[in-house]
């Protein structure tokens, strides 16, 4: 088999919510492998326990953050593959200096929009990357920029008011 | 996940050559978003001993156009095809087909290239090995198929002998319906092949040093009238139970010009030839399009659970046929 | 009706800050140090014996700390009656658990699996109920011959309902204007599927103590049920926020026992957390439910006798089968009002991942099969359903026996005025033209409309104990073993003690659910909630301040019935002005506990009723769900959102969309579950809901302090029959299997036959 011998000694850099991060290659206990997904190494190596693994199979969205400000799925990417990307998961929503939240967490508290609250980082990462790129959506662009958060509580009808109550008027239908 | 050997290569030339090198134990990740559950649920005999991370090559990820052709790179994301206005304006089909994959997440990462590429849905080929180890079937080396006296009411309704999985790709339909071509690098050289010849009842035609740079679209017809259409249980995540892409060109109410493509219906996406050829000359009306949907199910052989594709394709061909007669957007919902 | 300052008000959950934020600490965000991975090796095979088994190279992988076969676990048994061990030398459904390892990675633990090697010696298996029951048919236990579930009689008391006979069925049927024979089946197994996987951590201190931390809908029920299994002395078990259940995470032994193997093996704490194929593959499922019903009936719709055989497939094992049996039986009663019974239950093993505790509780499974039957009867003598339902749901005054076996009469309300608001908000007099027949017809695309019902008399079930603790700074802390799993019902029993003790809420607390701290408390099933949980923290909270206003009574120098206690103060009723705080009278030295206990009451049934539109396309075969409305009437609503939240909630977790799209499917040459991943397995996404309206009433029931009762569990029950009467009328032809995918409507339309086999 061919490979580059020096592997083990290569690092990573990749930037989440603000902060650059480091990680040696390798197959020690603290170390990332090639083989790590970016929500692996979210949760066991960064402790940012936020991003949920539901599926492990990029279906269900509980895993949501954002990669350069686009919704994607951290269980199908490899976090080698994540070099100098900017990620930004629901740790890193709001204001780390006054620790005030985003308006949608606060929409998201005052709708109830959630039950059980496991999928719910998903969902709203996906929805803070709909609103990023398009702050006045309607009602249906919502519910399809979300077709890919699984929700078993059944928490959508209010999980859609929430993100509409922070949508700019003027999509609104 | 377990691991392997990772390389970020700078070239196609690069790609080729190590997947030369090591003789199938390589594998190409361009969105992963396909390879990554093959690897979590080991369904493959043989574990890849390397990744090829081909994200990092430039030039791949390009959609232009000249006065014949629109060059869409392989490493293109879907939501770039489904945003792109010159998509939009000369083929709108493909962006049904693209917007129609999986979820926002999905589309933001997957590449046009790897969903021509993704490895089939049947749910014998990808059982898990977690639960009582994967399944070895006619695909993997075994000597039959599970799915002909089992659970098939998703797999094959013609074309099908030995293996019968269906092609899971809705760009391979769009871009047969579109009559595209792909390039093809490999270690001696590059060829290209139309999208149409790309399947194999067992895969692909890519060697194993091969990978597709780039997919080539003959500039449509500006009014000939395109249509996809994908039959799923849900709108999102589902792959087709049985699609349906046309292209129809209708001059003064004849039909001049026609390519109709089904998809999840064989291991191929599949030319209805014969309603095609039925439907060229033709008035278009609403018995012409039920004996052409007839057409296009011949030769079809369903099995025990999934005669319904039969009856679901039969709709779309339709339902496809009559959309180019009626007003742009008049049915609304069709699937 | 009375203003409260919280009940009735949308308040924001305890927990809501810690949700958005990502903050809330799952199981799986929990670690203990030192710990290891648990990982399960599961049969390939649906029944065999293991006829060797060498775990050498496991063992000898670096990082492996404990391998675990049939031959070392301790012989721990667990089902109803116990007759399942963790580790047998039998396997009876493929993911059966065959080895268990403890290494110090996952990656670890998954390579360590497959270097085990297994010798087997398949055995025939057996997945249909009634093959099962053939006197040659393969048997998984030997204590179970013709794998029938004996009868447990002690689960609700030595009465416990399992079957329901009385009357006289002949007499009934010879009454009967016309009789009706007919089967259906609700086999489609579907997965409750909570978005969390099943998971625990488990430590030793010593031998015999035991802390589990799990994601448990019943974290104490751990406790009382399992660590005399284990021969803990004492098993501390101290539940995580819950991410989903519906029921299914609550009598799970199949996670936390061989955690507890693991971790007692290697001497460190050991984590297991299945993947998601596990949980869709090897984790429970709902029961498979099939009738075989004979229905005597009048010309006016009364029911004169109801015969049947209710074939339950409880799959590998029972986990609590005659549970949902005696209160499936209890419920098909609260809905018929019928003389004459002969409805004989029998609960089937058989080789495929068992079946267990899933919202609805047995009653939803029988109803789904039961509804269709007695609708051929109604068919028949052209009622309208809804008012069949309005005539024959329990009514104050009339009497059904109960799962303990006893005979209750209802005390509750009548359901009536619910019934007819959901009707109208529906539109079902314009919509309903008849059976089997549709709303509207628009080219390919029918319409069609369906209803369905269901109630339990459990939201007084089972024991709930609490304490309400007063601090002199003005705070109350509730002392409960009440897990959060989604319903908000932490927050809401805050809002109940804050009511009481007329604290600002962000001065309520409650325990971590942790049973070396908290009381007695069976968990949030069966709807109760907001009535049996509810009322015993309102005990604990009026206990509570009984005791504070006799204290503060000595400062004041008045009978405690003068003082009025307002935001941690005290005063002479009428004089506000005059207040002292709490700690003027307790001191700083001194805290008050009050204590409630909640005593079982089966008088009070909670009731729902879905009405469903559908549209299906008779060229595709599709059904789509167009609209749902809910009915109930609730006494008083506790808080408006979660209410609707849970309404809501009756789509999901196995509910209406097991009429529509939901199923387990399942190979039966190889005994696998084909679909164990969320592509395959279906689920409803944001980007296709229906219109979706619910009608609460708020009739109030006396015996509650505030007049509420609770519905949650029983929302998406009603819903699966309700789709599957809608399609009905939609095509014209009786369906009576589910889930209502493609095939099924367009065989049912005449448009598909059934192919011949072809291939090798």
Same mark, same amino acid.
């Given at each position: 088999?061919?490979?580059?011998?020096?592997?083990?000694?290569?690092?990573?850099?990749?930037?989440?919510?603000?902060?650059?991060?480091?990680?040696?290659?390798?197959?020690?206990?603290?170390?990332?492998?090639?083989?790590?997904?970016?929500?692996?190494?979210?949760?066991?190596?960064?402790?940012?326990?936020?991003?949920?693994?539901?599926?492990?199979?990029?279906?269900?969205?509980?895993?949501?953050?954002?990669?350069?400000?686009?919704?994607?799925?951290?269980?199908?990417?490899?976090?080698?593959?994540?070099?100098?990307?900017?990620?930004?998961?629901?740790?890193?929503?709001?204001?780390?200096?006054?620790?005030?939240?985003?308006?949608?967490?606060?929409?998201?508290?005052?709708?109830?929009?959630?039950?059980?609250?496991?999928?719910?980082?998903?969902?709203?990462?996906?929805?803070?990357?709909?609103?990023?790129?398009?702050?006045?959506?309607?009602?249906?662009?919502?519910?399809?920029?979300?077709?890919?958060?699984?929700?078993?509580?059944?928490?959508?009808?209010?999980?859609?008011?929430?993100?509409?109550?922070?949508?700019?008027?003027?999509?609104?239908? | &996940?377990?691991?392997?050997?990772?390389?970020?290569?700078?070239? %196609?030339?690069?790609?080729?050559?190590?997947?030369? #090198?090591? #003789?199938?134990?390589?594998?190409?990740?361009?969105?992963?978003?396909?390879?990554?559950?093959?690897?979590?649920?080991?369904?493959?005999?043989?574990?890849?001993?390397?990744?090829?991370?081909?994200?990092?090559?430039?030039?791949?990820?390009?959609?232009?156009?000249?006065?014949?052709?629109?060059?869409?790179?392989?490493?293109?994301?879907?939501?770039?095809?489904?945003?792109?206005?010159?998509?939009?304006?000369?083929?709108?089909?493909?962006?049904?087909?693209?917007?129609?994959?999986?979820?926002?997440?999905?589309?933001?990462?997957?590449?046009?290239?790897?969903?021509?590429? #993704?490895?089939?849905?049947?749910?014998?080929?990808?059982?898990?090995?977690?639960?009582?180890?994967?399944?070895?079937?006619?695909?993997?080396?075994?000597?039959?198929?599970?799915?002909?006296?089992?659970?098939?009411?998703?797999?094959?309704? &013609?074309?099908?002998?030995?293996?019968?999985? %269906?092609?899971?790709?809705? &760009?391979?339909? +769009?871009?047969? +319906?579109?009559?595209?071509?792909?390039?093809?690098?490999?270690?001696?050289?590059?060829?290209?092949?139309?999208?149409?010849?790309?399947?194999?009842?067992?895969?692909?035609?890519?060697?194993?040093?091969? &990978?597709?740079?780039?997919?080539?679209?003959? /500039?449509?017809?500006?009014?000939?009238?395109?249509?996809?259409?994908?039959?799923?249980?849900? /709108?999102?995540?589902?792959? +087709?139970?049985?699609?349906?892409?046309?292209?129809?060109?209708?001059?003064?109410?004849?039909?001049?010009?026609?390519?109709?493509?089904?998809?999840?219906?064989?291991?191929?996406?599949?030319?209805?030839? /014969?309603?095609?050829?039925?439907?060229?000359?033709?008035?278009?009306?609403?018995?012409?399009?039920?004996?052409?949907?007839?057409?296009?199910?011949?030769?079809?052989?369903?099995?025990?659970?999934?005669?319904?594709?039969?009856?679901?394709?039969?709709?779309?061909?339709?339902?496809?046929?009559?959309?180019?007669?009626?007003?742009?957007?008049?049915?609304?919902?069709?699937? | 009706?009375?203003?409260?300052?919280?009940?009735?008000?949308?308040?924001?959950?305890?927990?809501?800050?810690?949700?958005?934020?990502?903050?809330?600490?799952?199981?799986?965000?929990?670690?203990?140090?030192?710990?290891?991975?648990?990982?399960?090796?599961?049969?390939?095979?649906?029944?065999?014996?293991?006829?060797?088994?060498?775990?050498?190279?496991?063992? *000898?992988?670096?990082?492996?700390?404990?391998?675990?076969?049939?031959?070392?676990?301790?012989?721990?048994?667990?089902?109803?009656?116990?007759?399942? *061990?963790?580790?047998?030398?039998?396997?009876?459904?493929?993911?059966?658990?065959?080895?268990?390892?403890?290494?110090?990675?996952?990656?670890?633990?998954?390579?360590?699996?497959?270097?085990?090697?297994?010798?087997?010696?398949?055995?025939?298996?057996?997945?249909?109920?009634?093959?099962?029951?053939?006197?040659?048919?393969?048997?998984?236990?030997?204590?179970?011959?013709?794998?029938?579930?004996?009868?447990?009689?002690?689960?609700?008391?030595?009465?416990?309902?399992?079957?329901?006979?009385?009357?006289?069925?002949?007499?009934?049927?010879?009454?009967?204007?016309?009789?009706?024979?007919?089967?259906?089946?609700?086999?489609?197994?579907?997965?409750?599927?909570?978005?969390?996987?099943?998971?625990?951590? $488990?430590?030793?201190?010593?031998?015999?103590?035991?802390?589990?931390?799990?994601?448990?809908?019943?974290?104490?029920?751990?406790?009382?049920?399992?660590?005399? *299994?284990?021969?803990?002395?004492?098993?501390?078990?101290?539940?995580?926020?819950?991410?989903?259940?519906?029921?299914?995470?609550?009598?799970?032994?199949?996670?936390?026992?061989?955690? $507890?193997?693991?971790?007692? $093996?290697?001497?460190?704490?050991?984590?297991?957390?299945?993947?998601?194929?596990?949980?869709?593959?090897?984790?429970?499922?709902?029961?498979?439910?099939?009738?075989?019903?004979?229905?005597?009936?009048?010309?006016?719709?009364?029911?004169?006798?109801?015969?049947?055989?209710?074939?339950?497939?409880?799959?590998?094992?029972?986990?609590?089968?005659?549970?949902?049996?005696?209160?499936?039986?209890?419920?098909?009663?609260?809905?018929?009002?019928?003389?004459?019974?002969?409805?004989?239950?029998?609960? @089937?093993?058989?080789?495929?991942?068992?079946?267990?505790?899933?919202?609805?509780?047995?009653?939803?499974?029988?109803?789904?099969?039961?509804?269709?039957?007695?609708?051929?009867?109604?068919?028949?003598?052209?009622?309208?359903?809804?008012?069949?339902?309005?005539?024959?749901?329990?009514?104050?005054?009339?009497?059904?026996?109960?799962?303990?076996?006893?005979?209750?009469?209802?005390?509750?309300?009548?359901?009536?005025?619910?019934?007819?608001?959901?009707?109208?908000?529906?539109?079902?007099?314009?919509?309903?033209?008849?059976?089997?027949?549709?709303?509207?017809?628009?080219?390919?695309?029918?319409?069609?409309?369906?209803?369905?019902?269901?109630?339990?008399?459990?939201?007084?079930?089972?024991?709930?104990?609490?304490?309400?603790?007063?601090?002199?700074?003005?705070?109350?802390?509730?002392?409960?073993?009440?897990?959060?799993?989604?319903?908000?019902?932490?927050?809401?029993?805050?809002?109940?003690?804050?009511?009481?003790?007329?604290?600002?809420?962000? *001065?309520?607390?409650?325990?971590?659910?942790?049973?070396?701290?908290?009381?007695?408390?069976?968990?949030?099933?069966?709807?109760?909630?907001?009535?049996?949980?509810?009322?015993?923290?309102?005990?604990?909270?009026?206990?509570?301040?009984?005791?504070?206003?006799?204290?503060?009574?000595?400062?004041?120098?008045?009978?405690?019935?003068?003082?009025?206690?307002?935001?941690?103060?005290?005063?002479?009723?009428?004089?506000?002005?005059?207040?002292?705080?709490?700690?003027?009278?307790?001191?700083?030295?001194?805290?008050?506990?009050?204590?409630?206990?909640?005593?079982?009451?089966?008088?009070?049934?909670?009731?729902?009723?879905?009405?469903?539109?559908?549209?299906?396309?008779?060229?595709?075969?599709?059904?789509?769900?167009?609209?749902?409305?809910?009915?109930?009437?609730?006494?008083?609503?506790?808080?408006?959102?979660?209410?609707?939240?849970?309404?809501?909630?009756?789509?999901?977790?196995?509910?209406?969309?097991?009429?529509?799209?939901?199923?387990? @499917?399942?190979?039966?040459?190889?005994?696998? @579950?084909?679909?164990?991943?969320?592509?395959?397995?279906?689920?409803?996404?944001?980007?296709?809901?229906?219109?979706?309206?619910?009608?609460?009433?708020?009739?109030?029931?006396?015996?509650?302090?505030?007049?509420?009762?609770?519905?949650?569990?029983?929302?998406?029950?009603?819903?699966?029959?309700?789709?599957?009467?809608?399609?009905?009328?939609?095509?014209?032809?009786?369906?009576?299997?589910?889930?209502?995918?493609?095939?099924?409507?367009?065989?049912?339309?005449?448009?598909?036959?059934?192919?011949?086999?072809?291939?090798?």
């Amino acid at each position: 088999m061919t490979t580059t011998q020096n592997l083990s000694y290569a690092t990573i850099t990749l930037t989440v919510n603000g902060e650059n991060h480091s990680f040696i290659l390798g197959e020690g206990s603290h170390e990332v492998t090639p083989s790590h997904t970016l929500a692996h190494t979210l949760r066991e190596r960064l402790g940012l326990t936020g991003t949920k693994v539901s599926c492990d199979d990029g279906a269900c969205g509980c895993c949501t953050v954002q990669m350069d400000g686009k919704a994607v799925n951290s269980c199908l990417l490899l976090t080698v593959e994540c070099e100098g990307k900017e990620i930004t998961t629901i740790e890193g929503l709001g204001d780390p200096v006054t620790g005030t939240i985003d308006p949608l967490q606060k929409s998201f508290i005052d709708h109830t929009a959630f039950q059980c609250g496991f999928c719910t980082p998903g969902i709203i990462m996906s929805a803070k990357s709909l609103l990023t790129e398009n702050p006045a959506p309607t009602r249906d662009e919502v519910k399809e920029s979300l077709a890919g958060n699984f929700c078993r509580c059944n928490s959508h009808y209010h999980v859609l008011d929430a993100v509409m109550a922070v949508a700019r008027k003027g999509g609104n239908k | &996940m377990k691991t392997f050997a990772h390389v970020n290569a700078g070239s %196609v030339d690069e790609v080729t050559n190590l997947l030369a #090198q090591n #003789q199938g134990k390589a594998k190409i990740n361009a969105g992963g978003t396909d390879l990554l559950g093959v690897l979590k649920h080991r369904i493959l005999p043989e574990y890849p001993e390397m990744l090829i991370n081909i994200k990092k090559i430039t030039g791949l990820n390009i959609i232009e156009a000249d006065e014949e052709w629109i060059r869409i790179g392989a490493l293109t994301t879907l939501v770039e095809i489904v945003k792109s206005p010159l998509i939009e304006k000369t083929c709108s089909l493909l962006k049904e087909a693209a917007r129609s994959v999986a979820s926002p997440q999905i589309r933001n990462i997957a590449t046009i290239g790897g969903n021509l590429c #993704q490895d089939t849905r049947c749910w014998y080929y990808r059982y898990p090995d977690e639960i009582g180890g994967m399944i070895k079937c006619f695909r993997k080396g075994g000597k039959t198929c599970p799915a002909v006296a089992g659970e098939n009411q998703y797999h094959a309704i &013609m074309g099908a002998k030995k293996c019968f999985a %269906v092609c899971p790709s809705d &760009m391979a339909v +769009a871009l047969t +319906a579109l009559g595209a071509v792909c390039t093809l690098a490999g270690v001696k050289g590059v060829r290209t092949i139309a999208v149409e010849e790309l399947y194999t009842p067992l895969g692909n035609v890519l060697s194993p040093d091969e &990978m597709i740079t780039a997919i080539h679209i003959p /500039k449509p017809a500006p009014d000939a009238k395109q249509t996809f259409f994908k039959f799923t249980l849900r /709108k999102p995540i589902d792959f +087709a139970i049985v699609s349906a892409a046309s292209i129809i060109t209708i001059d003064k109410g004849i039909c001049t010009d026609v390519r109709i493509v089904l998809g999840a219906v064989a291991p191929t996406p599949v030319r209805a030839l /014969k309603a095609e050829e039925f439907l060229k000359g033709k008035a278009l009306s609403e018995e012409i399009a039920d004996q052409a949907a007839l057409l296009a199910m011949d030769g079809a052989k369903p099995l025990a659970k999934n005669a319904y594709k039969l009856e679901i394709a039969k709709t779309l061909v339709k339902r496809v046929v009559k959309d180019s007669v009626v007003t742009v957007n008049s049915l609304n919902d069709p699937v | 009706m009375k203003e409260y300052r919280y009940i009735g008000k949308s308040t924001p959950r305890k927990d809501a800050l810690d949700i958005v934020t990502g903050k809330t600490k799952f199981i799986n965000d929990l670690t203990v140090p030192n710990m290891l991975y648990g990982k399960v090796l599961r049969s390939p095979l649906p029944h065999a014996l293991i006829k060797s088994i060498d775990t050498a190279e496991a063992k *000898r992988l670096p990082g492996v700390k404990a391998v675990l076969t049939y031959q070392d676990i301790p012989d721990w048994m667990a089902g109803f009656p116990l007759h399942v *061990r963790v580790l047998d030398s039998k396997v009876r459904y493929v993911g059966d658990a065959v080895a268990l390892v403890a290494a110090e990675t996952e990656d670890i633990g998954e390579e360590a699996l497959r270097l085990i090697k297994v010798e087997y010696e398949p055995l025939p298996a057996v997945y249909d109920v009634e093959e099962a029951r053939q006197p040659d048919a393969p048997q998984l236990y030997e204590q179970f011959p013709g794998n029938l579930l004996p009868q447990e009689r002690r689960m609700f008391g030595p009465h416990t309902l399992q079957e329901v006979v009385t009357g006289d069925v002949d007499k009934g049927l010879a009454e009967a204007d016309f009789i009706i024979k007919g089967t259906c089946a609700y086999e489609n197994i579907p997965n409750p599927l909570p978005p969390e996987p099943p998971g625990v951590i $488990a430590s030793w201190e010593g031998t015999d103590a035991l802390t589990v931390w799990s994601a448990s809908q019943g974290p104490h029920m751990f406790k009382v049920t399992l660590q005399r *299994r284990m021969g803990a002395t004492n098993m501390q078990s101290i539940g995580s926020p819950v991410g989903g259940s519906y029921g299914s995470k609550y009598m799970s032994w199949q996670y936390v026992l061989p955690a $507890a193997a693991l971790a007692k $093996a290697a001497g460190r704490p050991v984590k297991l957390y299945y993947g998601k194929t596990e949980h869709l593959a090897a984790f429970t499922v709902r029961l498979g439910s099939r009738i075989h019903g004979q229905v005597g009936m009048k010309k006016d719709g009364s029911v004169t006798a109801l015969s049947a055989d209710w074939l339950v497939n409880t799959g590998a094992f029972s986990e609590i089968t005659q549970g949902m049996v005696a209160v499936g039986c209890g419920e098909a009663q609260l809905m018929i009002r019928c003389p004459n019974w002969n409805f004989r239950p029998q609960m @089937v093993c058989t080789n495929r991942t068992a079946s267990g505790q899933v919202r609805g509780f047995g009653g939803q499974e029988l109803k789904c099969a039961l509804i269709p039957i007695l609708t051929m009867g109604l068919e028949k003598a052209g009622i309208d359903p809804v008012e069949f339902f309005k005539k024959n749901y329990v009514k104050p005054g009339d009497g059904y026996y109960w799962r303990d076996g006893k005979w209750w009469v209802c005390n509750g309300i009548d359901y009536t005025p619910a019934i007819e608001k959901g009707a109208e908000t529906f539109g079902w007099q314009e919509k309903w033209q008849g059976w089997l027949k549709p709303t509207s017809i628009n080219g390919a695309k029918r319409r069609g409309v369906g209803v369905g019902v269901h109630g339990n008399a459990d939201v007084g079930e089972d024991i709930s104990e609490a304490f309400v603790r007063l601090d002199s700074n003005g705070t109350a802390t509730i002392y409960s073993g009440l897990a959060e799993h989604g319903t908000g019902q932490r927050s809401s029993i805050c809002k109940m003690v804050a009511e009481i003790l007329q604290l600002p809420l962000d *001065r309520v607390f409650v325990t971590p659910t942790d049973s070396s701290v908290n009381p007695f408390e069976i968990g949030p099933v069966g709807s109760r909630g907001t009535y049996a949980i509810g009322s015993a923290v309102i005990a604990a909270a009026e206990d509570a301040k009984r005791q504070l206003l006799e204290l503060m009574a000595q400062k004041f120098k008045v009978a405690p019935e003068d003082l009025e206690t307002q935001d941690g103060m005290a005063y002479v009723k009428g004089k506000p002005e005059a207040k002292i705080p709490w700690i003027k009278g307790m001191g700083y030295d001194r805290t008050i506990m009050g204590h409630g206990r909640f005593e079982p009451d089966f008088t009070l049934p909670n009731f729902m009723m879905i009405f469903t539109e559908v549209e299906v396309d008779t060229e595709t075969g599709k059904v789509d769900l167009i609209r749902v409305v809910g009915a109930t009437d609730v006494g008083q609503i506790i808080d408006p959102p979660s209410l609707t939240n849970q309404l809501n909630g009756c789509l999901g977790s196995a509910g209406i969309d097991s009429a529509l799209f939901e199923e387990t @499917v399942f190979d039966t040459r190889l005994g696998r @579950v084909m679909n164990p991943n969320m592509i395959d397995y279906k689920w409803r996404t944001f980007a296709e809901l229906p219109e979706m309206e619910h009608e609460i009433l708020e009739t109030p029931f006396p015996s509650h302090r505030f007049h509420a009762i609770g519905v949650g569990e029983i929302t998406p029950s009603p819903g699966p029959s309700a789709v599957l009467m809608a399609v009905s009328n939609a095509i014209g032809v009786r369906m009576a299997d589910y889930p209502l995918t493609p095939d099924k409507i367009l065989r049912a339309l005449g448009k598909v036959a059934n192919a011949e086999r072809r291939g090798k």
